[in-house]
C-alpha cells in the first residue's frame, strides 16, 4: 500500500484552488483515506458485520482577512471543482477572521510507521476467525463486543511548499464476557499489529472476571482507596487529554494547568507520542505540523499541551502537531496519551478478577480498598478542575489486608482527576502499560494499573 | 442514471451474490457550520459528503457495505461486497436460528420536512453577524469566553429494497446557540441560550431567527457572572422542579434509551450497554407516575427526530411509550422486532450512507401535563428549581442517572429565592419518573444533535418534546 495516490490528489486540488484563489491565498489541503472493517458480535453471535472505505478532501482558502474550509468525500474532477469555487466565494463572503495563524512552511517530518500488511489485507473471514476464538474462549458465557481493522494514508500539501504524507494500520479489539446472571468482564487492546491480539488470551481473561464479579453485594458510598486497572486508566487520562492539556482550554484558563508546577505526584509521567511504537498514528497533523513525542507532564511537572497553529499563535508558542477537523471549535486533544508505567518485570496471567501479575502487585499493598476495571459515561461537571462523574463497570472488588475478598455492584463517583494524580495520592503504578482503543477515530490511550490514595465514591448501584 | 438505479444496481448485485434480502441507500448531504468567539468568527466549515451503504442478508446473518461512489460498477460492487461479509457473518451464527426481518409493504414515496427558509441560501455575512454581534454582546456584559454557533444538515436520501421498497426523502435541519463562561476561583460558570448545545429542528432558518440569539446575549452573560459569587446548591433531599430543556435529556437519557429494543435484546452490550426493561414486563411495568405519557413520535411536524421514513423504510408511525405510567412500547426495527416477537418497527436510522442503520430514537417526549410552571412553583414549600444541562451521566442499564445543570434558584414558601451554582441531582429511573407529581402544559421539542450510539461510533439527531415539571424526595447537590 502507498500514500501516494493521496499526495498527488491533494498536490491537484491545491494547483486548482490556488488558481481560483489567486496568488496571494492561505491555501492547504488534506486528504484522509481510511479502509475500515468493524466485525461485531453479542449474544456470541456475529451481528452487524460492516466495512468502508471513504476518501475525503479537506481544503481551507484564507485569501483577503477571511477564511473558509471545506469537504468532501466526492474526488472526481467536477465535484472537486465545484468545492474548490464554494470554498472560494464563502470565503470571501464570510466575516474576517484576526487570528488566521498562516500555513507552515516547508517541514521534514518523520517517517510512518511500517505498515501491517496482515490488517490491510484482512478479509471478513479473517476477522470472524478472530471473533470464533474470543467467543470459544469465553466459553458457556455470553459473548459481546468487536474486533476491527484499519488502513489509514493521509496527505497534506499547501500553498507555502509544505507536502507531506504517511500511513498506519491498526487492529482492536473490545469485548465483553457475561454470565447468566449478568455479571461481566472485559478485555481492550489495540495494536498497529493484528497478530499482537490474541483473541483466546483475551476471552479466558473476560470470563474469568465475569465469574469473579457473580454474586456482587451494595456496599456503601465514600471516599475508598482504589487499584484501577488499564481499563479505567485510560478513561482518566483521556478525560485529562480533553480537559486539561487541550491547548484551546489552556488559552481561555479553563484548564487546571500552570506549566512548570509540580501539580501531580512524581512518579506520573504522561506523554503523547503517535509515533511510537504503542500506538498508531501519523507524524503529521491536518496544518501539516510534524509530530513528535510530547511530554505533557514529567515527574510531575506540567510542562506542555497540545495545540494547533491558530491556539499556539495565542499562545505564544509553535503548534506541536494537534489540529483537527474540528480543533478550531472544539480544541486540540492529545490522541495517542500514554502514561509511563514503573519498571518491573513482564506481568503473567493469573486467576481470578485481576487482568495479571502487575495489577495484583497493586492490589497486595491494599490494606482496605477497591479494586476497578473500567468506567463507564463519565462526564465533566467543570473542566477546570477536571472534575468527572461517572460509574464503575464490568467488575469491581473490595480489597481487605491485600486480598481480593468479595465482588461490589457498580458505584457511581464524582471525582477530580487532576487532584486524584496530585503529589502524595500516586501510591503505586503497574509495570504493564497496554493501548486502550477508542470508538471513534485511531486514537488510543496507553496506560498501566494505578494505586491511588483516594476515590470520591458519590451514590451506590441503588442510587 | 439516477440515485434509484445505483441504489437498484446494489440491490441486484447482492441478490446474485447469494443475498436473500438486500436493501441500499443512497445518500448525499451538505454541512454547514460557524462559530465565533468573542466577537470573532473562529471557524467556517462545509461538507459534503454522499455515497451508497448497502445491507444483504444471508444465510440468516447480516453485512454491510458503503462506497463514496454512485458509478454502476461501484454500486454492484458494494453490493457483492456486502454480500460477502454476509456470508463471513455465518460463520459464526446465531445458535437460535436466522435473523430475518418482520413483514413490510413494499413503501413507495417522497417526503420532505418543512423548510421556510433554506439555511445555507441565507448570506454567510448575515449568519457571521448574527454570531459575532452576539459574542460581542455577551462579552461586553462580562462572558470571558462567549461563544456562538450554528449547524445546517441539508440531507437527501434514496432507499430501495429487494421487496420493492423505492422512498426519497429531503430532511433539512439547522439550529443555533450562545453560551457565556465566566472563569472564577478554581471553577467554571456557563450559561447557554436557548439549550446547552442549542435548539434545534428538521426545519429552515426561520428557527434561528425565532430564537433570537441577539436579545438573550446580555441576560446570559451577567447570569454567567452572578453564578460564580452565588452560593453553592445545598446538598441533600427534596422537592425538584426542573426545567424544559433538561427534563428533554432526561428522558433521552433514562427513558428513550432504555426503550432501544436492541438495548433490550443484548446487541449494545459490549458499548452502549443494556437496559433495565425486561420484555416480558412490556404492557405492565410501572415506569412512572400516572402523569408519565411519553410518546415515540416521528411525525411530529418540525421536531429534530422526524421523517417520512425511516432508514429501513417503515413509514412514520406515532405510537405510545410509557401511557399513564405504564410502560407500553419500544423503540424497534424490522430485525429487533422479529427476534422479539413484536410486529411494529420504525426506529432504524444510519448517520450517512457508510454506516449500518441501527435503532435509534426518533422523537421520544412527554405529552402536555395539567400544570403551569408558577403553578408548581407557588405549590412547593420548600424545593429547588433547575434547568439549563451541563453534564450528564447514566448507568450501562439505564437506571443510576446523575446531572448537572448550569443554573438552580431555591423556592421557599412558593417563591423563587437565591440564585444557586453546580446544581446536581441523582438518581434511579423508574423511582424517580414514580415521583413526579406535577408536569406542565408548556411542551417545547428540544432537539439533540450530539446522539452517540454503535461501533463504528454513529452520531444521531433526535427529537425531545418536553416541559417543566416537579419530582419530590430527590437527592441534590453531589459534589467531588
Known amino acids: ?463 | 442514471m439516477t440515485h434509484f438505479d445505483a441504489a437498484d444496481a446494489a440491490v441486484e448485485a447482492a441478490l446474485g451474490a447469494g443475498a436473500t434480502y438486500a436493501d441500499a441507500r443512497v445518500m448525499h448531504r451538505r454541512y454547514e457550520s460557524m462559530s465565533a468567539r468573542n466577537g470573532d468568527v473562529e471557524d467556517l466549515t462545509q461538507r459534503e459528503s454522499a455515497g451508497i451503504g448497502v445491507r444483504a442478508l444471508v444465510g440468516g446473518s447480516w453485512g454491510f457495505f458503503g462506497v463514496p461512489d454512485l458509478d454502476d460498477a461501484v454500486a454492484r460492487r458494494a453490493g457483492v461486497r456486502a454480500a460477502e461479509i454476509a456470508a463471513a457473518s455465518a460463520t459464526v451464527p446465531n445458535r437460535r436460528g436466522g435473523q430475518g426481518l418482520i413483514p413490510s409493504e413494499p413503501e413507495v414515496g417522497t417526503w420532505a420536512s418543512e423548510c421556510l427558509i433554506d439555511p445555507l441560501a441565507v448570506p454567510l455575512s448575515e449568519k457571521g453577524d448574527l454570531l459575532t454581534s452576539a459574542t460581542a454582546e455577551m462579552r461586553k456584559q462580562g462572558a470571558d469566553i462567549a461563544v456562538g454557533s450554528y449547524d445546517i444538515w441539508d440531507t437527501r436520501k434514496w432507499f430501495v429494497s429487494s421487496e420493492g421498497h423505492r422512498i426519497d426523502q429531503h430532511v433539512r435541519e439547522c439550529g443555533g446557540a450562545i453560551t457565556s463562561t465566566v472563569i472564577g476561583d478554581g471553577e467554571t460558570q456557563v450559561r447557554s441560550y436557548p439549550s446547552r448545545r442549542g435548539q434545534f429542528g428538521t426545519r429552515g432558518w426561520e428557527l434561528v431567527e425565532e430564537a433570537d440569539l441577539g436579545a438573550h446575549a446580555a441576560r446570559i452573560a451577567e447570569e454567567a457572572r452572578a453564578l460564580t459569587r452565588a452560593p453553592q446548591c445545598p446538598a441533600g433531599e427534596t422537592t425538584v422542579i426542573i426545567g424544559g430543556e433538561q427534563l428533554a435529556l432526561q428522558i433521552h437519557e433514562s427513558v428513550g434509551h432504555a426503550i432501544e429494543l436492541d438495548r433490550i435484546l443484548g446487541w449494545e452490550a459490549a458499548y452502549a450497554g443494556t437496559s433495565w426493561l425486561d420484555l416480558s414486563q412490556l404492557g405492565s411495568l410501572k415506569f412512572g407516575s400516572e402523569l408519565m405519557n411519553i410518546v415515540i413520535d416521528p411525525t411530529y411536524p418540525g421536531a429534530l427526530g422526524s421523517f417520512g421514513w425511516d432508514d429501513e423504510g417503515t413509514r412514520a408511525h406515532k405510537r405510545d411509550a410509557v401511557r399513564n405510567g405504564i410502560w407500553k412500547g419500544v423503540l424497534a426495527g424490522r430485525e429487533s422486532a422479529a427476534v422479539a416477537g413484536l410486529d411494529y418497527g420504525g426506529s432504524v436510522r444510519a448517520d450517512g450512507w457508510a454506516r449500518l442503520p441501527m435503532v435509534r430514537m426518533t422523537n421520544v417526549g412527554l405529552e402536555p401535563g395539567p400544570h403551569t410552571l408558577e403553578e408548581m412553583i407557588a405549590a412547593t414549600d420548600d424545593g429547588i428549581y433547575m434547568d439549563m444541562n451541563r453534564s450528564w451521566s447514566i448507568d450501562d442499564r439505564r437506571l443510576n442517572f446523575q446531572f448537572g445543570c448550569q443554573i438552580a434558584y431555591e423556592i421557599k414558601n412558593g417563591k423563587l429565592g437565591r440564585m444557586l451554582k453546580n446544581p446536581t441531582y441523582t438518581g434511579i429511573g423508574p423511582r424517580f419518573w414514580a415521583s413526579m407529581d406535577m408536569l406542565s402544559s408548556d411542551i417545547v421539542a428540544w432537539g439533540t444533535p450530539n446522539c452517540g450510539k454503535g461501533q463504528p461510533g454513529q452520531t444521531g439527531h433526535t427529537g425531545h418534546p418536553s416541559a417543566p415539571a416537579r419530582f419530590t424526595n430527590v437527592r441534590v447537590g453531589v459534589r467531588g
Open chain 1, 1 to 463: 500500500m502507498s500514500d501516494q495516490a493521496e499526495l498527488e490528489l491533494a498536490a491537484r486540488v491545491l494547483e486548482l484552488a490556488r488558481a481560483s484563489a489567486g496568488p496571494s491565498a492561505d491555501v492547504d489541503v488534506s486528504v484522509n483515506r481510511v479502509a475500515l472493517a468493524l466485525t461485531r458480535f453479542a449474544n456470541s453471535y456475529i451481528h452487524q458485520n460492516v466495512a468502508d472505505t471513504t476518501t475525503e478532501v479537506q481544503l481551507r482558502i484564507h485569501s483577503e482577512g477571511r477564511t473558509a474550509s471545506a469537504s468532501s468525500t466526492l474526488v472526481g474532477a467536477d465535484a472537486l471543482g465545484e468545492m474548490v469555487e464554494r470554498t472560494v466565494a464563502a470565503a470571501k463572503a464570510s466575516p474576517a477572521d484576526p487570528g488566521w495563524p498562516g500555513l507552515i512552511g516547508t517541514t521534514p517530518v518523520l517517517p510512518s510507521h511500517d505498515i501491517d500488511e496482515a490488517i490491510v489485507d484482512a478479509s471478513p473471514a479473517d476477522r470472524a476467525s478472530r471473533v470464533r476464538d474470543y467467543i470459544e474462549a469465553v466459553g458457556d458465557l455470553t459473548a459481546a463486543g468487536y474486533f476491527r481493522t484499519r488502513y489509514w494514508a493521509s496527505a497534506y500539501a499547501n500553498s507555502a511548499g509544505q507536502a507531506v504524507s504517511g500511513a498506519c494500520t491498526e487492529a482492536a479489539l473490545d469485548a465483553i464476557a457475561k454470565t447468566a446472571a449478568l455479571s461481566d468482564g472485559v478485555a481492550r487492546q489495540a495494536s498497529r499489529r493484528i497478530a499482537d491480539i490474541d483473541c483466546a488470551v483475551h476471552g479466558a481473561r473476560a470470563a474469568a472476571k465475569a465469574r469473579a464479579w457473580d454474586g456482587a453485594v451494595e456496599i456503601e458510598p465514600g471516599a475508598y482507596e482504589v487499584v484501577l486497572e488499564p481499563t479505567a486508566v485510560a478513561d482518566v487520562v483521556y478525560c485529562l487529554g480533553n480537559f486539561g492539556f487541550n491547548g484551546k482550554l489552556v488559552n481561555e484558563h479553563q484548564s487546571f494547568l500552570e506549566f512548570g508546577t509540580r501539580q501531580m505526584d512524581g512518579s506520573i509521567t504522561l506523554v503523547d507520542d503517535g509515533v511510537s511504537a504503542f500506538a498508531a498514528g501519523l507524524p503529521f497533523d491536518t496544518e501539516g505540523t510534524p509530530r513528535r513525542r510530547l511530554a505533557l507532564v514529567e515527574n510531575g511537572v506540567s510542562r506542555d499541551a497540545a495545540y494547533d497553529r491558530r491556539s499556539a499563535a495565542e499562545a505564544g508558542v509553535a503548534s506541536n502537531g494537534y489540529a483537527e477537523a474540528e480543533s478550531a471549535v472544539f480544541g486540540m486533544s492529545p490522541g495517542n496519551i500514554r502514561l509511563e508505567p514503573s519498571a518491573g518485570s513482564a506481568p503473567t496471567e493469573v486467576d481470578g478478577p485481576a487482568s495479571n501479575s502487575s495489577v495484583l502487585e497493586l492490589v497486595a499493598q491494599v490494606g482496605r480498598g477497591l479494586l476497578v476495571t473500567d468506567h463507564f459515561y463519565t462526564r465533566c461537571l467543570d473542566p477546570r478542575r477536571v472534575l468527572m462523574t461517572g460509574l464503575t463497570r464490568n467488575g469491581t472488588w473490595l480489597i481487605e489486608n491485600g486480598e481480593i475478598v468479595r465482588p461490589v455492584k457498580n458505584m457511581r463517583f464524582t471525582q477530580s482527576y487532576s487532584e486524584s494524580l496530585g503529589p502524595g495520592n500516586v501510591l503505586g503504578i503497574g509495570s504493564d502499560a497496554i493501548a486502550i482503543p477508542y470508538n471513534y477515530g485511531t486514537n488510543s490511550a496507553t496506560a498501566p494499573a494505578l494505586r491511588l490514595a483516594a476515590w470520591n465514591f458519590t451514590g451506590g448501584a441503588s442510587g
